[in-house]
């Protein structure tokens, strides 16, 4: 069985871990999950680790992380075209349209790792996990355990 790699990419935390990264590594690595978390404020992304990725989330908690989140976007689709490119967070749902246009495939909403996890676990072609939908029309997520 192949090690699914995940990488997860916050554009706007200057240095500071944000739980929106931390959460969700946990969650993904509970489910065996190799999994890398880039602060792209204090860090640059760097194409081997994109290369690397299978699935690759963006945090977006608000307007600012959002739009700098754009070029990144670009370059990750460019390098890494085969990766499944999801964004989650405040500000995901409400930017689902414009996101799409940008290439990510699954927009999540705050605090939905349980979707993200059905994302990596549900990577061939074909299936779709109850997460892919945009979070405007979909059910809320459960109500978390945080680990």
Do not use: C
């Not at 994109?50 to 977006?60: C, E, K, S, T």
């Amino acid at each position: 069985m192949l090690l699914m790699r995940a990488l997860l990419v916050s554009t706007y935390e200057l240095g500071r871990q944000p739980f929106g990264l931390a959460s969700p590594a946990a969650w993904l690595r509970r489910e065996g999950l190799d999994v890398e978390l880039v602060d792209a404020a204090k860090t640059r992304l760097e194409d081997s680790a994109v290369r690397r990725a299978d699935l690759i989330g963006f945090h977006l908690p608000m307007h600012t992380a959002t739009r700098l989140a754009a070029p990144l976007i670009a370059r990750v689709r460019q390098v890494n075209p085969a990766a499944r490119l999801a964004a989650y967070g405040l500000y995901a749902p409400l930017n689902a349209t414009w996101l799409k246009e940008q290439g990510v495939e699954n927009v999540l909403g705050p605090d939905d790792e349980t979707h993200l996890v059905g994302l990596a676990r549900n990577r061939e072609p074909g299936l779709e996990s109850e997460g892919t939908a945009d979070r405007g029309s979909a059910p809320r997520p459960r109500r978390l355990l945080f680990i």
